[in-house]
């Protein structure tokens, strides 16, 4: 064997054991109790099967949060949005049936590209769409 393919099979080796995951640890367990508290901040539910409105509230409070609406699609039950005044704040936010009478929202935040874990700026947004879904709740009476 020459010396440029020991090289060769040397890089392979070690850029191979760099990828070995504990036999206890499983690939997708990185942070999982983190990972679990950070979707319980993001994620809230509402009694209501109208996911249109549900979606229209979603997309209001994030307009008058000062984000832009990027993307929105009903089939998917997803609207995305960037704040104009820090551009690199993003926000997906999802709907999705729970039951019958239950949505389910859940918001992700992007600062850069770094997930937003401040449980204030979720609280902000779902205290915001509460009174934006209840508002329109009771204008619709």
Not at 97 to 108: F, G, H, K, L, Y
């Amino acid at each position: 064997m020459n010396t440029v393919a020991r090289i060769l099979i040397f890089i392979l080796l070690v850029s191979l054991s760099g990828c070995a995951v504990p036999a206890n640890q499983g690939v997708l367990d990185s942070g999982g109790e983190s990972q679990l508290r950070l979707r319980q901040i993001q994620t809230r539910y509402f009694d209501t099967a109208d996911k249109k409105k549900t979606m229209e509230s979603v997309m209001a409070t994030l307009q008058d949060l000062g984000f832009v609406i990027d993307k929105a699609s009903f089939d998917l039950g997803s609207v995305s949005a960037t704040k104009l005044s820090s551009y690199s704040l993003r926000m997906t936010v999802s709907v999705i049936p729970r039951s019958e009478s239950r949505m389910t929202v859940r918001a992700n935040a992007q600062y850069n590209i770094q997930a937003v874990d401040d449980p204030t700026f979720y609280q902000q947004f779902f205290d915001a769409l509460s009174k934006s879904m209840f508002l329109q709740a009771h204008l619709e009476e």
